[in-house]
């Protein structure tokens, strides 16, 4: 497997079944990356389809942690808002950000699964230390400039490949909970 082949791909977070796709693997940690996975790029809003899948997979018993390149004090504040710790200027791919987040949440290689929606800093990040990575497409096409040329590179990567559950409609918010 190629170090930007993605284990996975899926439409979004709230597609990836947390008993299925998680649990049933081993996985009991996840490194989440923030902007365009959990965070659209545009409104700088949490779906509520992400924060239900979120305060699910914390149920079940799953832990997490934030890993972002960002630097802006927003996605500190984001950390805060969802009680999750966070790894900001990962500076992704190299290694060192998601070992210090491994630390943090008390997860081995094994045991643990990168999700982000960059072939060039999640999977490969993940690659590089023999981790798994789910790759999600982005949730929204606006992004900053240097991402947009990478979405070109990732493109040539991935082909015609499309995400496991395309047509899989959005997980609705049950219960009244999201985050």
Known sequence: ?????????????????????????????????????????????????????LAKARDAGLSFCLVSNNWHEGVYQLANRLSLPIVAKAVKPLPPAFLAAMRKIGAVRANTVVVGDQLVTDVMGAHFLGM??????????????????????????????QPENVGESVQTQEEGRFL
Do not use: C
């Open 132 to 161: 798994k990575a789910y790759l999600l497409a982005p949730l929204v096409e606006q992004d900053l400039r240097h991402t947009l040329l990478l979405r070109n590179f990732e493109r040539l990567v991935m082909g015609e490949r």
């Open 1 to 53: 497997m190629s170090f930007l082949e993605p284990d996975r791909y899926f439409s979004r977070l709230s597609h990836v079944d947390i008993d299925r796709d998680l649990l049933a693997l081993g996985y009991r940690h996840v490194l989440l990356d923030v902007d365009n996975t959990i965070l659209t790029r545009d409104t700088h809003e949490v779906p509520r389809d992400v924060g239900f899948w």
